[in-house]
């Protein structure tokens, strides 16, 4: 384990985790985007795969910059978000119900990354490093747009997803109406 002596090597240390981040995310955005029914937010992912690709090479920028090797520093949270949002777009779920538990996952990944590039950007500020500052704050703004995109894909699928429901809901009211024998036989079923 690296020491960290100064507030140099603690951002060198943040610039390695943001970078095994995107790294991560480069692999999982595709995997994210096939998942997802919804043609905005498979686009929305697929958009965001490309400014992940640049973000890394940001951060190469300023690996340059620091005159230090370009490496990862494993993190668990980025590994844990990811494995929780396979988790849940693995489950047998209408379309729309899934891309929101899709867009739900995504929101909550950027949100860690906006963190993340907030704390850099500090970092950067305090050694006085402005051309980190500018790259590191363009990052912060396409993840930040990146979970507004999301956001909105999250919204309007769970807004979708519950007019089903009620369209159904009224459809069953109807059917039972029609039929009044459908509910005495559930009645009968139920003694
Ligand atoms: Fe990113």
Redesign the pocket.
């Known amino acids: 384990m690296a020491k960290i002596i100064d507030t140099a090597s603690a951002f060198y240390l943040r610039i390695k985790t943001l970078y095994d981040?995107?790294k991560q995310?480069e692999m999982a955005l595709p995997k994210m985007a096939e998942a997802a029914t919804n043609p905005e937010l498979e686009a929305g992912l697929l958009a965001?795969l490309e400014?992940?690709k640049e973000?890394s090479q940001r951060l190469e920028q300023i690996f340059g910059m620091l005159e230090m090797p370009p490496e990862l520093q494993a993190t668990e949270t980025i590994r844990a978000l990811i494995a929780d949002g396979d988790t849940v777009a693995s489950h047998s779920a209408p379309d729309e119900l899934r891309d929101v538990l899709i867009a739900g996952a995504g929101r909550e990944v950027?949100h860690y990354?906006m963190a993340v590039y907030m704390n850099a950007i500090e970092e950067a500020k305090g050694l006085g490093l402005d051309d980190a500052v500018a790259l590191l704050e363009l990052?912060l703004a396409?993840?930040t747009e990146?979970e507004e995109t999301l956001e909105k894909a999250f919204k309007d699928n769970l807004e979708i997803a519950a007019e089903t429901e009620s369209e159904l809901s009224d459809e069953i009211d109807l059917e039972s109406e029609i039929d009044p024998a459908s509910d005495m036989s559930v009645e009968e079923e139920d003694k």
């Open positions: 981040i995107e995310l965001h400014e992940t973000q950027e990354e990052s396409e993840e990146a």
